[in-house]
T-cell receptor, first 114, second 110 residues
Framework: NAGVTQTPKFQVLKTGQSMTLQCAQD?????MSWYRQDPGMGLRLIHY???????DQGEVPNGYNVSRSTTEDFPLRLLSAAPSQTSVYFC?????????????FGPGTRLTVL | LAKTTQPISMDSYEGQEVNITCSHN???????ITWYQQFPSQGPRFIIQ???TKVTNEVASLFIPADRKSSTLSLPRVSLSDTAVYYC???????????FGGGTRVLVKP
C-alpha cells in the first residue's frame, strides 16, 4: 500500500492564483481531512469528510474548497491564493474502526504564496 | 469541542522516562484520546489511543484517570531519536472536527 499520497510536494503561487492540492489514499478509509501547519505551530483543521459525497468545515475553512466524489480522493482547492495561506498542508485518512481518531498522514505539500 | 492544553516543551536525557500530561477538562462522554508524534518536515504519526484507564503498546503507555479530564503519555527509556513534537488529540467517534492542540516539544539530550 502507498498509504496517503500528496501532490505536489512543493508549490509557489502568486497572489490571486488558484490551484488544487491532490490527496489520495489506498487504504479504503472512510474519513479524510486536510490540515495546515504554519511554521513552529500546531495543525489546524481546514475541511474533513466522513465518506464519499460528505464534507464539512473545520477550524479554518475560509479560502478553501473540497469535494469527495470517491473514497480514495480528497482534493483541496485554493480559490484565490493569499500570502496568509503560505503553509505546509497535510492530508490524512482514518478508518472507522479507530473511531476516526487514528489518522494516517501524507508527507505534506509546502505552499508559498508570493 | 474538547480543548486540550499541553506543556510547550520538555527536556530529558537518554534512558529516562518521559511523561507528558494533556489537560482536557471538557471532554465529552464519547470522546477518545489519541497521541501523535511529529518529526520536522514530516506528517504526524499515530502513537497510541485510549478511552479510559491504561493502554500500553510497544512504544508508549497512556494513563487516563477516572474523570478523564487529563491524560498522560509515558515514553519509557527515551533515545535521541524520540526528540519530536507530541500532540494530544481529543475527538469523538464520529470524527467531528478532530482538533490538535499546540503540542509539546520534547528534546532528548545525550
Amino acid at each position: 500500500n502507498a498509504g496517503v499520497t500528496q501532490t505536489p510536494k512543493f508549490q509557489v503561487l502568486k497572489t490571486g492564483q488558484s490551484m488544487t492540492l491532490q490527496c489520495a489514499q489506498d487504504m479504503n478509509h472512510e474519513y479524510m481531512s486536510w490540515y495546515r501547519q504554519d511554521p513552529g505551530m500546531g495543525l489546524r483543521l481546514i475541511h474533513y469528510s466522513v465518506g464519499a459525497g460528505i464534507t464539512d468545515q473545520g477550524e479554518v475553512p475560509n479560502g478553501y474548497n473540497v469535494s469527495r466524489s470517491t473514497t480514495e480522493d480528497f482534493p483541496l482547492r485554493l480559490l484565490s491564493a493569499a500570502p496568509s495561506q503560505t503553509s505546509v498542508y497535510f492530508c490524512a485518512s482514518s478508518p472507522r474502526d479507530s473511531h476516526y481518531n487514528e489518522q494516517f498522514f501524507g508527507p505534506g505539500t509546502r505552499l508559498t504564496v508570493l | 469541542l474538547a480543548k486540550t492544553t499541553q506543556p510547550i516543551s520538555m527536556d530529558s536525557y537518554e534512558g529516562q522516562e518521559v511523561n507528558i500530561t494533556c489537560s482536557h477538562n471538557n471532554i465529552a462522554t464519547n470522546d477518545y484520546i489519541t497521541w501523535y508524534q511529529q518529526f520536522p518536515s514530516q506528517g504526524p504519526r499515530f502513537i497510541i489511543q485510549g478511552y479510559k484507564t491504561k493502554v500500553t503498546n510497544e512504544v508508549a503507555s497512556l494513563f487516563i484517570p477516572a474523570d478523564r479530564k487529563s491524560s498522560t503519555l509515558s515514553l519509557p527509556r527515551v533515545s535521541l531519536s524520540d526528540t519530536a513534537v507530541y500532540y494530544c488529540l481529543v475527538g469523538d467517534a464520529a470524527g467531528n472536527k478532530l482538533t490538535f492542540g499546540g503540542g509539546t516539544r520534547v528534546l532528548v539530550k545525550p
